[in-house]
């Protein structure tokens, strides 16, 4: 595992001239964006705008047109399984295995990151998200909340340096979203890094200490949290909404 000191010379991520696109339909233009470590940053934008695009491409899932991508001080295309050892992913799939148990499968993906000796790890991970209780419990029979916890415990077993979240509070109830919050200020405090994606403003403002807008294919607003109140974002947000679905209708072949 690659201990944070050793990466203070480099950005969590490094991000220059981004390009991806879906056939003729662009999605990233241009974009350029860093990202410092213990930063927790919030990325807003409209359906479509490239969101869980960009997380792909950090994550390794997804390959750029063009551009250049660092992760932790390594260039994407030199060591793409160093990156994935140092990442973690909440995404909108949960990536689980529906007819195995909460702890077969956190044992799964302890070998798949090759942990040594994990159950205790896996112990931990399941008392971190509050499902102990479950370990036996087969996915399929969670609910939709419990299931998000699962994936969070997932994201989390390797004690990866970036955490890359896509929309993980949507349909959670407010016990598991205080929890989830919870979580995310003691990774924050431990120096690690966050990026995370949001619809909810509200939400995002909360927990976030920097936001940014994605519009056009590139990084349109960049701020810190502390310059904003709920109300003024709220507008600049229509604003950059508005702008990036006039951009989408021009991109329509």
Same mark, same amino acid.
């Given at each position: ?11 969590a /991520?490094?991000?220059k001239? +981004? !390009? ?16 410092d ?8 934008? &409209?359906?479509?705008?490239g969101? *869980? ?5 950090l ?6 047109d063009r551009?250049?991508v ?11 399984? #160093? /990156?994935?050892r140092?990442?973690g992913?909440v995404a909108?799939?949960g990536? +689980? !295995?529906?007819?195995? *148990? ?7 993906y ?18 971190l998200?509050? +499902?102990? &209780? ?6 399929? *029979? =969670?609910?939709?909340g ?12 390797h004690?990866?340096?970036i955490?890359l979240?896509?929309?993980?509070? #949507? ?5 598991? =979203?205080?929890? =989830? ?5 003691g ?11 949001t ?6 403002? #909360?927990?976030?200490e920097r936001?940014? /807008? +994605? ?15 709920? #109300?003024?974002?709220?507008? *600049? !947000?229509?604003? !950059? ?13």
């Open positions: 595992m690659v201990d944070v000191k050793e990466e203070r010379d480099a950005h /991520i490094k991000v001239n +981004l !390009y991806k696109g879906f056939g003729d339909w662009p999605v990233l233009c241009g974009l350029d964006l860093t990202v470590w213990g930063e927790f940053l919030v990325i807003f934008g &409209a359906n479509g705008a969101k *869980t695009t960009l997380l792909k491409v994550s390794t899932q997804a390959r750029p551009g250049e660092w992760v932790g001080g390594v260039e994407r295309t030199s060591n793409p399984a #160093a /990156i994935r140092m990442v992913v909108h799939r990536l +689980l !295995y529906e007819d195995m *148990t909460c702890q077969e499968n956190l044992h799964f302890s070998r798949m990151f090759g942990l040594k000796d994990s159950s205790q790890r896996v112990e931990e991970v399941l008392g998200v509050g +499902l102990e &209780a479950r370990r036996d419990q087969k996915v399929r *029979t =969670l609910s939709h419990m299931q998000k916890r699962l994936s969070i415990a997932r994201a989390i077993l004690e990866p340096l955490l979240l896509d929309e993980p509070e #949507a349909g959670l109830d407010q016990e598991v =979203l205080e929890m =989830l919050g919870r979580f995310l200020d990774w924050k405090a431990k120096g690690r890094t966050v990026v995370m994606t619809h909810n403003l509200e939400q995002g403002l #909360a927990w976030g936001v940014a /807008i +994605l519009s056009g294919g590139k990084i349109a607003f960049d701020s810190q949290r502390r310059s904003l109140d709920l #109300a003024g974002f709220r507008g *600049t !947000y229509r604003q !950059y909404l508005s702008a990036s679905l006039r951009t989408g209708l021009e991109a329509i072949p």
